[in-house]
Nanobody
Framework: QVQLIESGGGLVQAGGSLRLSCAPS????????MGWFRQAPGKEREFVAT????????YYADSVKGRFTISRDNAKNTVYLQMNSVKPEDTAVYYC?????????????????????WGQGTQVTVSS
């Protein structure tokens, strides 16, 4: 069982920046593709961004493309979500998720059911 812990959420003004981090509660030597999802009040949890285990491949939801950047440091077992030019519609609870990587380590996943482990979430609130 892998427990994921997100940090870095908070209140930010529209147009500002925020960086979220996610790491397992204990070091794991397994290979995981990592993803970020978010859930706004009254809405379904939606995909935001994903990065392959190798870090070579990333994919973003259209709503955040060009504004958010996902990255990872495998030496630190940590994945990041850099959020720039944030908008009020980015307000949500952000969840980190891990999926067991494919053999090559180059694949990524965009669907909720493809992920094996989830964090508890961190609140991001963007004020206008």
């Amino acid at each position: 069982q892998v427990q994921l812990i997100e940090s870095g959420g908070g209140l930010v003004q529209a147009g500002g920046s925020l960086r979220l981090s996610c790491a397992p509660s204990r070091r794991t030597f397994s290979r995981y593709c990592m993803g970020w999802f978010r859930q706004a009040p009254g809405k379904e949890r939606e995909f935001v961004a994903t990065i392959s285990w190798s870090g070579d491949n990333t994919y973003y939801a259209d709503s955040v493309k060009g504004r958010f950047t996902i990255s990872r440091d495998n030496a630190k077992n940590t994945v990041y979500l850099q959020m720039n030019s944030v908008k009020p519609e980015d307000t949500a609870v952000y969840y980190c998720a891990a999926a067991v990587a494919d053999y090559s380590g180059n694949y990524y996943y965009t669907k909720r059911h493809e992920y094996d482990y989830w964090g508890q979430g961190t609140q991001v609130t963007v004020s206008s």
